[in-house]
């Protein structure tokens, strides 16, 4: 593959989604173009006349260039200063759930953990908690959607949430039970031209997006805030990763910043 037609292929992802891939990164991403079509050039992709294939094209080499790797608990340091009364309180203040969005949420390990974390802390799976997980990889949401879970993945999960929240599934896995998965939902999302808010959603008491902005360019960076700001509720709150919070200044914990009229 010539380097520069995985350049402006590069380029091309970017404006999809937002990641950013150069240098050594080209050569996965010539990887990733031979998972979508052992046959496929990226000037076959880049010169293709179809707008429906190029788009479905466009849309697959996205999925296999996702990072999609997360489990149970990550970096739970960042959650447990989560003040999920306060939040509740507002929530109820306003007649609704504590409305929760998990944004890039890959296989949706993350909006599982969002939901067991405010159940325990507001009275078991019958709290009023509705959590939204977002990604803009199909293959990551239709594992989310699956719920089974493998032993990496639930490393951190303990013996009493595991008893209380999952079933055995085939072989040594844990399947999400039905208590856990009825307090979440799934939906595509892409965080690059629609960062406010998914589709048919009013804004979140809580707003999860950890270790997505360190691979997108600067200026998606400062667009991609902007929005997610815009889609929390009054008195809510932003969380980001450490290594985001280190790229845009931004601090945790923070109450999150009223959205620019």
């Known amino acids: 593959m010539k380097r520069e037609d995985l350049i402006r292929l590069a380029e091309l992802v970017s ?10 990164q080209l050569g996965s991403l010539g990887g990733a173009l031979r998972r979508v079509d052992a046959a496929l050039e990226p000037a076959d992709l880049l010169e293709c006349a179809d707008p429906i294939r190029r788009a479905a094209l466009v849309d697959r ?5 996702s990072v999609n790797e997360t489990y149970f608990m990550r970096h739970a340091d960042e959650l447990l200063s989560i003040d999920w009364p306060a939040l509740a309180a507002n929530a109820l203040a306003a007649r609704r759930p504590l409305r929760i969005w998990s944004a890039a949420c890959s296989s949706g390990e993350e909006p599982y953990t969002l939901a067991i974390m405010a159940a325990e802390a507001l009275g078991g799976a019958r709290a009023p908690v509705d959590v939204l997980g977002t990604d803009i990889s199909p293959t990551a949401l239709a594992r989310a959607e699956r719920g089974v879970y493998g032993a990496r993945s639930m490393r951190l999960v303990s013996a009493d949430q595991r008893q209380r929240w999952f079933e055995p599934a085939d072989r040594n896995d844990l399947r999400v039970g039905d208590q856990l998965r009825a307090l979440v939902r799934f939906q595509r999302h892409n965080l690059v031209p629609d960062a406010s808010l998914p589709a048919g959603e009013t804004p979140f008491d809580l707003v999860i997006c950890r270790n997505v902005l360190i691979y997108f360019h600067r200026d998606t960076v400062t667009s991609t805030l902007r929005g997610l700001r815009a889609a929390v509720a009054s008195h809510g709150e932003l969380v ?3 290594a985001d919070r280190l790229g845009t200044q931004d601090v945790r914990p923070a109450l999150a910043a009223p959205a620019a009229p």
């Open 61 to 65: 080499l996205v999925d296999e260039v």
């Open 240 to 242: 980001l990763g450490a």
């Open 15 to 24: 404006r999809a989604s937002g990641i950013e891939l150069g240098g050594a």
